[in-house]
């Protein structure tokens, strides 16, 4: 069974400063996805990235990075310098395709609130 | 273009009555996934629609039910309200791509939030 784990309930830094959320997830099938999404106060969950089971290459978005290791099956996800606009719940998200069709599990989220 | 349009967007029901949510999905998405979420339950599948079908289903009871148009603009249905239904609930539309391999986006809407009380 697919499980979606994220520690962290909720977040509090201070603008400027450095976060990360931390994402583990449980499978076993070897190929599957992984997703971040984020969730601000007006509801909608908006795409951030997917990553595939055989690229563990990190990936650097302008203030966003995503750290995936398959070892411990972790895709942690860090907002360098952040900001008041970076508040919001962040979701990590594991698919897989089960019986020919997509599975989408969601972890419980990660409330992140940047104080100004 | 348009993104994901769910109405309404706040409603208030009562025991014992029932729901009808509606989603248009971003235009040439054929997929529209149901979600229920709850602060103590998070994100929970409800139920997915491929073509006017119902390809999957999460561990819902029989009160949460759906459908999909030929345009597909897809319904969600719950009947018997009870407290424990208030959540918000999101529908997401995603373009299959040949060979469903996983890597299919999310696109979300804004959620209908109810309340029952």
């Known amino acids: 069974a697919q499980k979606v784990t994220q520690a962290q309930t909720e977040i509090s830094v201070v603008e400027k400063e450095d976060v990360t959320l931390d994402c583990v997830y449980e499978?076993?099938?070897?190929?599957?996805?992984l997703f971040w999404y984020k969730q601000p106060p007006s509801g909608e969950l908006v795409f951030l990235i997917r990553?595939?089971?055989?690229?563990?290459q990190n990936e650097i978005s302008g203030r966003y990075s995503w750290n995936f290791q398959k070892s411990t099956s972790s895709f942690n996800f860090t907002i360098t310098a952040s900001q008041v606009v970076d508040s919001a719940v962040y979701f990590c998200a594991l698919s897989e395709v089960s019986g020919g069709y997509q599975k989408v599990t969601f972890g419980t989220g990660t409330k992140l609130q940047v104080i100004p | 273009k348009a993104g994901v349009t769910q109405t309404p967007r706040y409603l208030i029901k009562t025991r014992g009555q029932q729901v009808t949510l509606s989603c248009s999905p971003i235009?040439?998405?054929?997929?529209v996934s149901w979600y229920q979420q709850t602060p103590g339950q998070g994100l929970q599948f409800l139920f997915e629609?491929?073509?006017?079908?119902?390809?999957n289903k999460g561990n819902f009871p029989g009160r949460f039910s759906g459908r999909q148009f030929s345009n597909s603009r897809s319904e969600m249905n719950v009947s018997t309200l009870e407290l424990g239904d208030s959540a918000l609930y999101l529908c997401?539309?995603?373009?299959?791509?040949?060979?469903?391999?996983?890597?299919?986006?999310?696109?979300f809407g804004a959620g209908s939030r109810l309340t029952v009380l």
């Open positions: 990553r595939n089971s055989f690229d563990e």
């Open positions: 629609y491929f073509s006017e079908t119902q390809r």
């Open positions: 997401a539309s995603s373009l299959v791509r040949f060979g469903d391999s996983g890597a299919n986006v999310l696109t």
């Open positions: 499978t076993r099938d070897t190929t599957y996805y």
């Open positions: 235009s040439g998405h054929r997929s």
